[in-house]
């Protein structure tokens, strides 16, 4: 059973479209986030959420937006995409006193 | 801006060898610093963590040493193996205000040859 687990793996699409990619948790945490790798693989969190509160990084453009219908479930909308969006995007979890995170298997994203 | 600076970028160590991947960071609020393994088109997994009040973990072939004062960490892989090749990243937690965001250093990848 995945236990972080994200669709679709790849997504391909072109500049100025909107898309979405999902997330589900099946670990009962907390706390979920998304983080964005670019091709020098750098992992930069984007967003984190939990029931109480969404926390945005502030370097991240209002065209993401975080969408959360239940705990289990954190889904990332994009709008207007750009080629600078390109990369693979990262959903995780985490039980927050523990501190470990649990990452998903990522999602390639393609702007053409 | 809180930082967590990773050396060396990339590291070729022969099989059986002990790779060493070096963390430093800035900001003594930090509480938890684990360390993650990512193998290609995966994403990262824990590997180990450890807490700033012990000065040593290991779990099998994986050591992190900390030094508080210095603000310093690193993982040790003892027996290098192939299947050991991936990338590392280091990263430190900052709780306050609610958050527990993981702050990552920018990666290092291992090869390990036979």
């Known amino acids: 059973d995945t236990a972080v687990s994200q669709t679709p793996k790849y997504l391909v699409t072109q500049m100025g479209n909107d898309k979405s990619i999902k997330c589900e948790q099946n670990?009962?945490?907390?706390?979920m986030y998304w983080y964005k790798q670019d091709s020098k693989k750098f992992l930069k969190i984007m967003f984190s959420?939990?029931?109480?509160?969404?926390?945005i990084n502030e370097t991240v453009p209002n065209r993401f937006s975080p969408k959360s219908p239940d705990k289990a479930h954190l889904n990332l909308h994009i709008n207007s995409l750009e080629l600078g969006d390109s990369a693979v995007y990262f959903c995780?979890?985490?039980?927050?006193?523990?501190?470990?995170?649990?990452f998903g298997s990522g999602t390639r994203l393609t702007v053409v | 801006q809180q930082q967590v600076k990773q050396s060396p970028q990339s590291l070729i160590v022969q099989k059986g060898g002990i790779p060493i991947i070096n963390c430093a960071y800035e900001?003594?609020?930090?509480?938890?610093f684990p360390w993650y393994q990512q193998f290609p088109g995966k994403g990262p997994a824990l590997l180990i963590a450890?807490?700033?009040?012990?000065s040593e973990k290991k779990e099998g072939r994986f050591t992190i040493s900390f030094n508080k004062s210095a603000k310093q960490f690193s993982l040790h892989i003892m027996d290098s193996q192939p299947g050991d090749s991936a990338t590392y990243f280091c990263?430190?937690?900052?709780?306050?205000?609610?958050?527990?965001?993981?702050?990552f250093g920018k990666g290092t990848k291992l090869s390990v040859i036979p």
């Open positions: 450890i807490r700033p009040d012990v």
């Open positions: 670990l009962g945490h907390d706390t």
């Open positions: 959420y939990n029931n109480k509160e969404l926390i």
């Open positions: 995780a979890s985490s039980q927050d006193v523990r501190g470990g995170y649990t």
């Open positions: 900001n003594t609020a930090f509480d938890y």
């Open positions: 990263a430190a937690r900052y709780s306050g205000a609610g958050s527990y965001q993981l702050t």
